[in-house]
């Protein structure tokens, strides 16, 4: 199953991609995440692994791949289900376009209908995300939609 938003940012795509790479501020645009931390030292790279607190569990994931001020994708790691989750950035006239692109693998075939089902309510939270991502960047503070405010930087 797949699916993908895009946004556009009003700041330059080197910008975008140095928040977005530094994983620790994923709390700040993702109201379910509660802390994201590096399980090891150095800058961000493939193989860099993270753990994330979320609301009611967590999780973790690895840097799969990394083109510096262009894409990063991560996968999460199981026992999570196999998710695997790309930021592409592309500089446009007005700033980047950011495409978060989302791959969800599932044991079995799932119709077309099911599938819908089950991405569209993650499309739509992180459609509201990318939102509070862009209004923090081009604004210097967003509202999470569980109520804090946030302020960058």
């Known amino acids: 199953m797949r699916f993908e938003v895009s946004i556009r940012i009003a700041r330059p795509a080197t910008e975008v991609f140095a928040f977005l790479g530094d994983f620790t501020h994923l709390p700040l645009w993702n109201y379910y995440l509660i802390e994201t931390r590096s399980e090891e030292p150095g800058p961000a790279r493939v193989g860099m692994r993270y753990t994330q607190r979320r609301k009611t569990d967590s999780q973790r994931f690895e840097i799969v791949e990394w083109e510096e001020g262009r894409l990063v994708t991560i996968q999460l790691m199981p026992p999570t289900r196999p998710v695997r989750i790309c930021f592409a950035l592309q500089p446009d006239g007005a700033g980047t376009l950011l495409t978060d692109r989302w791959t969800l693998r599932t044991p079995l075939p799932v119709p077309g209908f099911i599938a819908r089902m089950i991405t569209r309510p993650i499309q ?27 302020v960058w930087p």
Request: zero cysteines.
């Open 124 to 150: 739509a939270a992180v459609t509201e995300n990318l939102g509070r991502l862009a209004e923090l960047l081009e604004q210097g503070r967003a509202q999470l939609q569980d109520g804090r405010t946030v």
